[in-house]
């Protein structure tokens, strides 16, 4: 609860030390900031208009193609109002004072049992394909917030992942799974989405 993030949060930013552990579910207690998670939003809206706008310039407009044209349209747009759904919602949400994860002075994250971050939501027009699942989870996107912090603060560095089963499912979770760890090498190879 409540008491239990915020003597979290001011023990790790008291102290000095070499090591932390905690439960996830004591990772989640302590969130990242509003600029953060408004900063993620921006980016995948943005890479969502840009998808958009490439739709409409390299799809023919013939009568067989403009169908699929226009479901992939219309699953883009559905995305893009989620998002800017979930951002309208967290920044309306009341906020304790209590201290953001930015302000830990946290430099390094060793994840394990990462497997169960895997349901990291991302934006795709390909949304009827059986192996591409696209279940969304606060946890997952609450490490991918964090990874992606961390990564930027120490040039692409900082973040371990332990798991005996990296890919249960499907190989989207692979894609997933490099997307915490090497977004800025799938960004560079333009594989981002």
């Given at each position: 609860?409540?008491?239990?993030?915020?003597?979290?949060?001011?023990?790790?930013?008291?102290?000095?030390?070499?090591?932390?552990?905690?439960?996830?579910?004591?990772?989640?207690?302590?969130?990242?900031?509003?600029?953060?998670?408004?900063?993620?939003?921006?980016?995948?809206?943005?890479?969502?208009?840009?998808?958009?706008?490439?739709?409409?310039?390299?799809?023919?407009n013939i009568k067989t193609k403009s169908?699929?044209?226009?479901?992939?349209?219309?699953?883009?747009?559905?995305?893009?109002?989620?998002?800017?759904?979930?951002?309208?919602?967290r920044l309306a949400m009341k906020r304790?004072?209590?201290?953001?994860?930015?302000?830990?002075?946290?430099?390094?994250?060793?994840?394990?049992?990462?497997?169960?971050?895997?349901?990291?939501?991302?934006?795709?027009?390909?949304?009827?394909?059986?192996?591409?699942?696209?279940?969304?989870?606060?946890?997952?996107?609450?490490?991918?917030?964090?990874?992606?912090?961390?990564?930027?603060?120490?040039?692409?560095?900082?973040?371990?992942?332990?798991?005996?089963?990296?890919?249960?499912?499907?190989?989207?979770?692979?894609?997933?799974?490099?997307?915490?760890?090497?977004?800025?090498?799938?960004?560079?190879?333009?594989?981002?989405?």
């Amino acid at each position: 609860g409540k008491g239990r993030r915020q003597i979290t949060a001011s023990l790790i930013a008291s102290g000095d030390y070499d090591a932390i552990i905690l439960s996830h579910k004591s990772l989640e207690y302590l969130p990242v900031a509003d600029a953060t998670y408004k900063a993620f939003v921006e980016q995948e809206t943005a890479a969502i208009r840009d998808e958009l706008e490439r739709l409409k310039f390299t799809l023919p407009n013939i009568k067989t193609k403009s169908r699929r044209k226009n479901l992939a349209v219309k699953q883009l747009e559905a995305a893009l109002r989620r998002l800017e759904k979930q951002l309208e919602d967290r920044l309306a949400m009341k906020r304790d004072d209590s201290i953001r994860f930015e302000e830990l002075g946290i430099d390094f994250i060793f994840v394990d049992e990462a497997h169960m971050f895997k349901n990291l939501q991302f934006t795709t027009k390909m949304s009827r394909i059986a192996s591409v699942s696209n279940s969304a989870s606060n946890r997952a996107l609450d490490m991918f917030l964090k990874t992606q912090y961390l990564a930027k603060r120490h040039n692409n560095r900082g973040v371990v992942f332990a798991t005996a089963t990296p890919v249960s499912n499907s190989m989207a979770e692979l894609w997933t799974m490099q997307r915490y760890l090497f977004m800025h090498k799938l960004k560079a190879l333009d594989l981002a989405n």
